[in-house]
């Protein structure tokens, strides 16, 4: 952290990187980008909110939060269920269900927060998989929807109705696009300032040493909890809007091969804690997965996995946020270069 | 026949299977501190490894097998020092590789074996127990899984490596002192006890035929097994594979398959609760 | 199911193709998820394909019905039974009416079942079975069909018992059955129960005959799998190597040979999708989409495993002359077809098990 405020003109630069790949990526679809691709990185964008939520958390105190599949699942649920028994649709059920699914979280989780070591980390990777078995068995299959899930109108679909067919889908499309592209980005902009701010630091030292941390004088137990606060936010959102996008609502959205592993993949290869790591991992794996079925098909499971056991072996302090600093080392020696000229 | 003749009959029967199982589960995770997720991977193998060896190779089951349950230590020997080892600073990149290398095994096998269960030969005969009709097959996997509890006890308490083992298990620190090498004890774990993954993997597939994701079920089980008896301590593990047999037996008995799915879990989740280093675990 | 498909779709490109158009093979593995389904039509439509075959689960099927009216792309389904699909067709045609099913619905496989329990019951006087099933949800329209279906009858389901599929033994469950005092034993398993199913149902000596249908059941190398212990068992089979239509024993041969295994249930429904599909375009002379649906709800079709006629929630009709399993009893490893009649060879006999001094034996009976 820099002690001497650095002047407006450095401030800025510092962002022209970061501005102009949103501006740029908000204008994908500009370039024709449309249909599945678009598809594509709208679930991207759900997914970074889940690897955001993952990272700020999990990334700076290591207390790995495997609940976000429960987290998220619970959202998604929550505005099926809106729907089926109110009537309400997601337009109207959005905001609602991340509020319950925060509430439920915390009242969960609050008493494993005290919990040391690998048992929060368990206990929150169990609770998805017994809502799993809960939701696909009877009796409650039958009023949670069962492996069927529960279907729902989409986002906007009212609005889309009206709208000549032709017009309906690319509407769809690009509205979800914009509305996650811009949550993403609120979110990440909020990430990275809380990461590297006092209340990050606050979390990083929770995170190297946690006794260390109560003796200097931290409140651990209530920095852990807003940071959970935080992290639970995000995933809710991600599990709302998941549902309003991609109906019908169905127990995928709560097995962790789904809806842990791929974010926590991105944590881990893009470097815990440093927020622009897994977020540009995020979006390159999604987008390599997709292209890989394009490229090698069936194997692409495989492939996959293969690539991951390397990276991961490979440097486990996170490839991407590796090449990230040695990017932006190569380019300011190049600038530094031309300015000294 | 009696409710409780049947279930404790069935409830023993399994719970020795899961006490193999899980003493090998429970050695690795006691060793390198970190869940192997990639041992449910080695029960499927064996069994497909036989079937194997069997149908292309031409060997007779009774080579066929033993060969098989070597090669899933061999499995599990590569795995633990290609993606465990050099991953071990980060115990959360072990369960991503782990699991990583789980479903790579079980994608290959889907994609060569696809919809073909392999059921291996079973153990000819039957016998009465208990006024229950049982077939021996049985009787050998009992006879086989207590043989390899006795040994493994033997080797942990009397041979030096299984001491090393038993050293580097309680303490990284305290036995490179000694004079240990850790990795070497870690290689020779992930030997043992994918070797014991095997065993159990040869002996139940005649009885329920082998899939390529039957790893998963069983690693659950292992997993609440451990939990349930404490994280290390081996008697912990016995104890706890014997309750958690009887208890499933019971709960498939009375309620039926589909919520038996939810037991293991279920026992995880109350055990980290109430008492969360499990039965006999050390504190933390 | 691919491999089955790939050879209708050469079959119809060596004879000519499509009104004249080769056809060409994309896919898309949807991993059994609701998701990946999704994903894959939306791409594989955006590809501009003419029509989607496949679609094996239901909870997939489900998941992408709703983006039929969105991309106007048919898909002619092999499997995903659910009778909720049946239900949305019917309450939304004009919705829906791009989806059809090449195979029958849940309600028409308990239908099936109930066919040749109905008849055993008049024909041996039986008026209690016990019921076996795998726990999960798709059996439940099973039992809801089987509550009606029996009462009409005058069966009584004396015991039914929900089994795991990871089920390691059934010595409890033929005693409670015992118990029950059941004449007869249906069952119902999806995955990998029927070879300890088999087992104990011969280390039990249980001396009841058992109907019913199981995946790997019905597979031929099942008998060696099980050494014999299957003996006596009926099974369902949908698809069977039998000469049902003039296709069946084509398809049955060439897929054997080339893949080297029978065809399961899926590979078979999947060929007659494609074959049905090819000739109802034929006959509309278009690939437009709403030509096509009409021929595909007005004429019947002639596939590899029974004639294809479409109800009005487009699935397929199940009659002995439109599709319709076989039923066959494991007899000395071989598979004998008992029923429906209209396949039976003549010379059949039926064995029925029944306890001689303490061992089960079989009776043989003529058949039918």
């Not at chain 1, 368990?122 to 899930?149: F, H, R």
């Not at chain 2, 501190?33 to 497909?48: D, E």
């Not at chain 2, 083992?165 to 620190?173: K, N, Q």
């Not at chain 3, 199940?318 to 077809?337: E, H, N, T």
Request: hydrophobic fraction near 50%; glycine fraction near 8%.
């Amino acid at each position: 952290m820099a002690f001497a405020k650095p002047s407006i003109k450095r401030r800025l630069v510092r962002y022209v990187p970061s501005i102009t790949i949103m501006v740029a990526y908000s204008c994908i679809p500009l370039l024709g980008i449309r249909g599945f691709w678009l598809d594509v990185l709208t679930r991207a964008n759900i997914f970074a909110l889940l690897t955001l939520s993952l990272d700020l958390y999990s990334g700076t105190t290591f207390y790995l939060n495997l609940g976000i599949s429960f987290i998220a699942g619970s959202s998604a649920y929550v505005v099926a269920l809106l729907y089926r028994y109110l009537g309400m649709v997601p337009e109207y059920s959005i905001i609602p269900a991340i509020a319950v699914a925060i509430a439920l979280s915390t009242v969960i989780f609050l008493p494993s927060i005290r919990v040391r070591g690998v048992y929060f980390s368990v206990l929150s990777l169990l609770l998805p998989l017994i809502m799993v078995s809960l939701i696909t068995s009877q009796p409650l299959s039958l009023y949670l929807g069962g492996e069927g899930g529960i279907p729902l109108p989409s986002l906007f679909s009212s609005y889309a109705r009206m709208l000549p067919p032709r017009e309906r889908i690319p509407f769809l499309q690009l509205t979800w696009f914009y509305l996650t592209t811009a949550l993403t980005i609120v979110a990440a902009v909020l990430s990275y300032k809380l990461a590297y701010s006092n209340f990050g630091f606050m979390l990083r030292a929770i995170g190297q040493d946690e006794e260390l941390a109560e003796a200097s004088g931290i409140d651990t137990t209530r920095v852990k909890l807003l940071g959970f606060l935080v992290s639970s936010t995000l995933a809710a959102t991600a599990g709302a809007l998941y549902a309003a996008i991609r109906p019908p609502v169905t127990v995928d959205v709560l097995i962790p091969a789904n809806t842990l592993v791929p974010p926590l993949t991105a944590v881990i290869l893009g470097g815990m804690g440093t927020i622009i790591g897994p977020l540009a991992t995020n979006y390159i794996t999604i987008v390599a997965y997709e292209l890989l079925w394009d490229a090698i098909g069936r194997w692409r499971t495989i492939a996959y996995m293969l690539l991951l056991i390397v990276l991961v072996i490979l440097k486990p302090q996170g490839v991407v946020f590796h090449i990230y600093l040695k990017l932006r080392k190569a380019i300011a020696t190049k600038l530094s270069s031309v300015t000294w000229r | 026949m009696g409710e409780l003749e049947y279930i404790l009959l069935f409830g023993l029967f399994h719970s020795v299977t899961y006490l193999v199982f899980s003493l090998g589960f429970s050695l690795v995770f006691g060793v390198a501190r970190l869940p192997n997720l990639a041992y449910g991977s080695l029960y499927v193998l064996s069994s497909y490894l036989a079937h194997a060896l069997s149908s292309y190779a031409g060997l007779e089951m009774y080579w066929a097998v033993p060969t098989a349950v070597l090669l899933a230590g061999a499995v599990s020997l590569v795995v633990g020092e290609l993606v465990v080892k050099p991953a071990l600073k980060m115990p959360v990149s072990v369960f991503i590789t782990t699991m990583a290398v789980a479903y790579i095994v079980e994608e290959v096998l889907n994609m060569l074996m696809g919809l073909r269960p392999v059921v291996l030969s079973l153990y000819p005969g039957t016998s009465s127990i208990l006024g229950i009709a049982v077939s021996n097959h049985w009787l050998l996997v009992v006879g086989v899984c207590i043989l390899m509890v006795i040994s493994l006890t033997i080797f942990l308490l009397r041979t030096s490596t299984g001491r090393a083992i038993r050293a580097v298990a309680e303490s990284w620190e305290e036995s490179m002192r000694l004079g240990i090498d850790p990795l070497r004890v870690l290689r020779v774990t992930f030997l043992v006890t994918g070797i014991y993954a095997g065993v159990t993997g040869v002996l139940l597939a005649p009885l329920k035929a082998m899939t390529p994701s039957a790893g998963w079920s069983p690693l659950f089980a292992a997993f609440a097994i451990v939990v349930l008896g404490g994280v290390g301590n081996l008697i912990g593990t016995v104890v706890a594979s014997v309750i958690y047999g009887l208890l499933e037996q019971a709960v498939v008995y009375f309620l039926g398959g589909g919520i038996a799915r939810v037991v293991p879990l279920l026992i995880v989740v109350l055990t980290l609760v109430v008492r969360p280093q499990g039965l006999l675990g050390r504190g933390e | 199911m691919l491999k089955a498909i790939e050879i209708a779709i050469e079959e119809i490109n060596n004879a000519g193709g499509v009104l004249g158009y080769k056809v060409e093979l994309v896919y898309y593995d949807t991993q059994w998820s609701g998701d990946k389904a999704a994903e894959g039509y939306k791409k594989l439509a955006d590809e501009g394909v003419k029509v989607i075959f496949g679609v094996f689960g239901s909870h997939e099927a489900l998941a992408i019905l709703d983006l039929l009216p969105l991309y106007e792309v048919p898909v002619i389904a092999s499997g995903a039974v659910s009778d909720a699909i049946d239900l949305k067709v019917l309450g939304n045609y004009e919705l829906y009416k791009y989806w059809f099913r090449a195979y029958v619905n849940a309600t028409s496989q308990a239908a099936a079942t109930w066919d040749l329990l109905a008849y055993l019951s008049r024909r041996f006087g039986w008026t209690k079975v016990a019921w076996i099933y795998e726990d999960l949800p798709w059996v439940i329209p099973h039992a809801l069909y089987g509550q009606n279906r029996s009462k009409l009858e005058g069966v009584e389901v004396t015991i039914s018992i929900g089994v795991p599929p990871d089920i390691g033994s059934f010595t409890d469950v033929f005693a409670k059955v015992m118990a029950s005092g059941a004449q007869y034993i249906t069952w119902q398993f999806s995955s990998t129960e029927d070879y300890a199913f088999a087992r104990d149902y011969f280390i039990g000596q249980i001396p009841l005959l058992a109907v019913g249908g199981g995946t790997y059941a019905m597979l031929d190398v099942f008998y060696n799998q099980t050494m014999g212990a299957a003996e006596g068992l009926i099974c369902i089979s949908w698809g069977f190597p039998a000469p049902i239509t003039p296709k069946t024993m084509e398809f049955y041969n060439k897929f054997k040979q080339r893949v080297g295994t029978e065809p399961l249930f899926t590979a078979w429904y999947a060929y007659d999708s494609v074959i049905v599909w090819a000739e109802a375009v034929k006959k509309a002379g278009t690939f437009d989409v709403d030509k096509v649906i009409k021929v595909l709800e007005t004429s019947t079709f002639v596939g590899a495993t029974g004639v294809y006629e479409f109800t009005r929630s487009h699935t397929a009709k199940l009659a002995p002359d439109r599709i319709y399993p076989v039923y066959f009893q494991w007899q000395r490893g071989k598979r004998v077809v008992v029923w429906p009649f209209r396949v039976v060879e003549s010379g059949t006999k039926l064995l029925l098990p029944t306890l001689k001094d303490g061992t089960r034996v079989w009776l043989e009976i003529p058949w039918p």
